[in-house]
């Protein structure tokens, strides 16, 4: 996962085919838009708004056996 702020995250998760992983990466980057929305209905003087410009993205990376 990398973040709009820069910071990335590896997530240890292994999947046997491209498209299990897309899924799960797609998902992962609507719980962080979810989570962050629930954080600025909560405090949005400490969290932006996601139409703010606060994202996520993520890569699948393939590993060897």
């Known amino acids: 996962m990398t973040y709009s702020d820069g ?3 590896e997530l240890d998760e292994v ?3 491209e498209s ?3 899924e799960f990466g ?3 980057v ?3 838009g979810a989570g ?3 954080l600025h ?3 949005p003087g400490d969290y932006p708004a996601s139409s703010e410009g606060v994202e996520a993205d993520y ?3 393939e590993v060897e056996d």
């Open 7 to 9: 910071d990335r995250e």
């Open 15 to 17: 999947f046997e085919t």
């Open 20 to 22: 299990e992983a897309e």
């Open 26 to 28: 797609l998902e992962q």
């Open 30 to 32: 609507s719980n962080f």
């Open 36 to 38: 962050g929305e629930v």
């Open 41 to 43: 209905l909560s405090n």
């Open 59 to 61: 890569e699948v990376l």
